[in-house]
C-alpha cells in the first residue's frame, strides 16, 4: 500500500492519510475484502505516532470504507455503486390524466406564471428589481439573528431540533398574541397557531372552507399568489373591485346577497398590489355587512407592522365583536422570509378546526426556527429593527413619490400609500406583461404585471412596483430608468 | 427626574438608565408630550459620561419610548395600549357548518386522536415511551449541528434566510439525488423537490392525485398519520391487508382489477407498524403488477436509512423501468424531526405538476434548516451519525427481542424486524385503547395501540412499540414493565 506523507503541507497528516487510502479504495486498487495493515505497522512505516493511524482508521470506518468492528482487522468494505442518472426515461403513466381537476389547473396557471420575474428569459434578474415583493437583504439584521441561533444551539439542547407542537412553539404563540393586543385585537396564545407562512396560513383556511359550488369574495386586483391557490381549494373566486378608498362595499353587499359567499379575504393596510390603506369607517362597514350576512372575514395582516407613519387605523378584527374575523401575519415582508413565519388568529372553535388540517398535513412547522425568533424577538431585537427600517421607509417612500413625479410621463398615475412597500401604477394603454417585461428590462428594470393580480389575466394598464427590495444607493436612478421605460412605451 | 445609579451593581449603568426611565413611562410619572433633561444636563448630573446617556436614549427611541427624530428634543411618547383578552366572547359563524364536509370529517377524527399519546389524561408522558416514534433526542448530534449552523450563519450572509428556491435548496437536492442514487436509484437534482418532512411529500401526492371517487389502496395496518390525510384529500381508502412477507398482493390485484384506484401507498422497509420488510421479490412482483394496471405506486422510504443489519433489499423505485414509483424520504426519523426537511422524487413531470402545487401553498420549505443540513450531511456528520446510531440499534433490537421473550406472557406474540424502530405486538385479546392506555400507563410506559392504524377504528389485539425513543439504559426496564403490565392484562 502506497502512501505518501508530505509534512509541509497544510493538511493534516492524518488527512493526507485518510484521503489516499480513501483513493485506492475508490480506484480499484485495494479492493473490498482486502485487509489494511494493522495501525501499529503502519505508523512505524510512515514515521507517525501510531494514534494518527487510528485516528485515520476510526474515519475510514465512520464514513463506510472499512469494516467497523472494533478490535478486528481492518478490512476495505464492498462500497455501494452510484447507479447512472438515465435524463430519457419516460412514465408510463399520464400524469395529466392521473390527477385531479384542481390540480390540472393549478399545473397550467404555474407553467405561464412569472409576476415577479421580469426579466427576458435567460438574462437573469434586472439589476434594478422593483418586481419582487420583499425587503433589501441587506437589511436584514443578520448579525442580532446570528447571536440569537447561538445562544438557543448552545443553550437549548436538543429540544429545538424536536417535534414541537402542533400549534406552534408555545412562548412564541404567546409573543404574537401580546403583539397583537397592542395592535388591539383581544387574543390570547390560545388562539394562534403558528404556519409555514402566510401562504400556508391561506392555504389552510381554503382548505377549511372551500368546497364544491363554494366562492370567495377578494378584492380586484388581489395578492396574485392567493387567486390560483383559492381556485385550487375548490373556491370560484368572486372579484370585487378596489376604489382608491378600498374595497367597494356596494358590490361587495350585492355579491354577498346574490352570490353563497364563503368568506371575503382584504388586505386593510398597504394593500397588495394596490398600496391602497381602509379607513377606520370602511373598516367598519365592512365588518358590520359581513356581520349582517354571516360571511367570516379573512383579514390578511401582511405588513400589520410596516406603518411607518404612525397608526393608520386597527385591524378590523381589532373591532370583532362577533368573532367572524380570521387574522392573518408574518414575519416575512419585515423580517426573514427563508424562516417561513407566519400564523393565524381568530375563533377558539375555528382554531382548533385548522389545526386539525395543519396537524395532518405537515404535523408541525419548523420548530427551531420559532425557538430562535422567540428569542430574537424578546430581546428587543425585533422592535429595533422594526424601527431602523420605518426610519428609512418613512423617508424613502416620499422621496421616491416625488422622483416618480420628476421622472415619469404626464400620462402615467400612481398610488401613494401611507406605509408597506407597494405603488400601484397606471399606464395610459394596457399592455401585454411580455412587452411590459421586455421594455423595463432594456433599462434594467423589473416591475411586475398588473394581469398577475385580476382573476381574469389580460393585458393591462397596471403594474406593481415595490419601493424595498432595491438598496438604498440604487433606488432613485431605478426610478429614473422605469421613468424612461415608460417614456419609451407612451411614445 | 429621579434616577438613582448604582455603580456596584452588575448591570452596566446606561441599561440602569435605561431600565428607569422606562419604568417612569409605563408607570405615568413621565407623561406622553414631556421633555426628557439633554444629555449633557443629565450626564453632569449623574456623574456620568455624556456617550452613556446617548446609548440609553438611543436605546430608548428603539423601544419606542422616546421620539426618534434625531438631533430635536427627547420626547416622551404616547405608548400603544395593551388590550384585554376576553375569553369568553362566541362566534357568530356555525363554523361547523361553514366548513367543507372534509374539514370536518377530520376535526372529527382529530378530537379523538391520540396514537402517541398513550398516557393517561393530566397525567404527563409516561417515564418509559414506547409510543412515539422518534429518536431518544440524546443520540441527536447537537454539537456537530451547532457548528454547522455557526459556519452558515457566519459564511453565508442573508442567503439562508432569503425566500429559497420553490423547489429546494439546489445542492440538498443534488445531496439527496447522490445519495438516492447510492441506494440504486436513478435520479438527478432535477427530479428533487424538497417538502416539509414527509408528511407534507404524503399531503402533495393526496392532493395531486386525490379527488371525486378516487380511491388509494392503503397497507392495512398502515402509517396512522396518512389515513385521515388521505381522506381529507378526497382519497377513499381501500385496506389491503399485511401479510408477514408484506402486501397480500392476490388481495392488492382484485381490488386493482375492480376498483379505480388512484395510487398504492406502501411502506417496504421496517414498515409502520408491523416492521415487515418485504423481499426482493415481493417487491418485484409489486411492481410489475402496478406497472401492468398502470396504477403509480408511492413508496415510503422513510426508514431507508435505518437498514443498520446491511442492504435488505433495493427500493422499488431502483427497479422502476416504467417510472410509476414516486418515492418519497425524510430525515425526521434519524436525524432532528424539528427541521420538517423531507423530499419526493420522480418523474421529471410528475414533479413539476407538485411543485406547482407546492409552489403556491407554501411558497417553499424553510431555506436556512435546508442550507446548514446540507453543510451537515456533505461535512461527513450525517454518515458519521448514521454508522453511530447503527451499532447502537443492531444491538438493541436483539437485546429487546429477546427480552420480550423472557417478559411477556406466552400467549404474546410480535414481528421480527431486519432494521428500523418498530415492532408490533399481538395480544391474544381485543383490547380498547383506553383500557391498554391506562393498564400500561400504571406501569409507566407508553405504547400506540394498534386501532389507529386501521382504516376502521375497533378495539385491536395489536400495539406498536418504537425500540429507538427510550434510552439506552432505560430500554430493558421498559420491556420488563410493558411484560408485567401485558401479565396484568392477560389475566
Not at 404563540?173 to 396564545?189: F, N, P, Q, T
Not at 378546526?353 to 420559532?370: E, G, M, P, V
Amino acid at each position: 500500500m502506497l502512501i505518501k506523507i508530505e509534512r509541509d503541507h497544510p493538511t493534516p497528516v492524518y488527512q493526507q492519510i485518510i484521503g489516499q487510502i480513501k483513493k485506492l479504495i475508490d480506484q480499484g486498487s485495494l479492493e473490498p475484502g482486502s485487509r489494511l495493515p494493522p495501525s501499529r505497522s503502519l505508523a512505524e512505516k510512515l514515521g507517525v505516532n501510531r494514534s494518527t493511524i487510528y485516528l485515520a482508521y476510526a474515519e475510514l470506518q465512520a464514513l463506510g470504507y472499512l469494516q467497523s468492528r472494533p478490535g478486528s482487522y481492518n478490512i476495505v468494505l464492498q462500497r455501494t455503486r452510484e447507479v447512472a442518472y438515465d435524463p430519457d426515461r419516460q412514465s408510463l403513466i399520464r400524469w395529466e390524466k392521473a390527477c385531479s381537476e384542481e390540480a390540472a389547473r393549478i399545473y397550467k396557471t404555474f407553467l405561464g406564471y412569472t409576476p415577479e420575474k421580469s426579466a427576458r428569459p435567460g438574462s437573469g434578474p434586472p439589476p434594478f428589481d422593483l418586481a419582487s415583493l420583499g425587503l433589501d437583504p441587506g437589511l436584514y439584521p443578520v448579525d442580532d439573528f446570528r447571536r440569537c441561533a447561538r445562544h438557543v444551539l448552545l443553550n437549548s439542547g436538543f429540544e429545538p431540533l424536536e417535534y414541537g407542537s402542533h400549534k406552534g412553539y408555545p412562548p412564541l404563540c404567546e409573543y404574537i398574541a401580546k403583539r397583537l393586543r397592542l395592535h388591539g385585537i383581544s387574543v390570547s396564545d390560545q388562539e394562534i397557531l403558528i404556519t409555514n407562512g402566510a401562504q400556508q396560513a391561506i392555504d389552510l383556511i381554503a382548505r377549511l372552507l372551500g368546497g364544491p359550488g363554494r366562492k370567495v369574495a377578494i378584492e380586484t386586483p388581489s395578492y396574485a399568489n392567493a387567486i390560483p391557490l383559492l381556485r385550487f381549494n375548490r373556491l370560484q373566486v368572486v372579484g370585487i373591485p378596489m376604489k382608491p378608498d378600498g374595497l367597494d362595499l356596494a358590490a361587495l353587499e350585492r355579491a354577498l346577497r346574490e352570490e353563497r359567499i364563503a368568506f371575503v379575504y382584504t388586505m386593510p393596510n398597504f394593500q397588495n398590489p394596490t398600496g391602497i390603506t381602509t379607513s377606520h369607517q370602511h373598516r367598519e362597514k365592512l365588518l358590520s355587512l359581513c356581520t349582517r350576512c354571516k360571511v367570516p372575514i379573512v383579514e390578511d395582516g401582511f405588513e400589520e407592522d410596516m406603518k411607518y407613519y404612525g397608526q393608520v387605523a386597527l385591524p378590523i378584527k381589532s373591532i370583532d365583536e362577533q368573532n367572524i374575523v380570521i387574522y392573518l401575519g408574518t414575519f416575512s415582508k419585515t423580517l426573514f422570509p427563508g424562516l417561513r413565519t407566519g400564523w393565524i388568529t381568530g375563533d377558539k372553535e375555528l382554531i382548533g378546526r385548522i389545526l386539525a388540517i395543519k396537524r395532518f398535513c405537515d404535523l408541525t412547522s419548523n420548530n427551531l426556527s420559532q425557538v430562535i425568533i422567540h428569542r430574537f424577538c424578546t430581546l428587543g431585537y425585533y422592535d429595533k429593527h422594526l424601527k431602523k427600517i420605518h426610519r428609512l421607509f418613512r423617508q424613502r417612500m416620499l422621496l421616491v413619490l416625488k422622483a416618480m413625479k420628476n421622472c415619469f410621463p404626464p400620462s402615467v398615475s400612481w398610488t401613494r400609500p401611507m406605509g408597506g412597500y407597494t405603488i400601484w401604477v397606471r399606464m395610459p394603454n394596457k399592455i401585454s406583461s411580455q412587452r411590459l417585461t421586455e421594455i423595463t428590462a432594456q433599462f434594467g428594470v423589473g416591475v411586475s404585471p398588473g394581469e398577475f393580480y385580476f382573476p381574469q389575466r389580460f393585458p393591462s394598464e397596471y403594474f406593481r412596483i415595490n419601493i424595498a427590495r432595491v438598496p438604498q444607493d440604487k433606488i432613485l436612478e431605478a426610478v429614473k430608468r422605469l421613468g424612461k421605460a415608460l417614456g419609451q412605451l407612451a411614445s
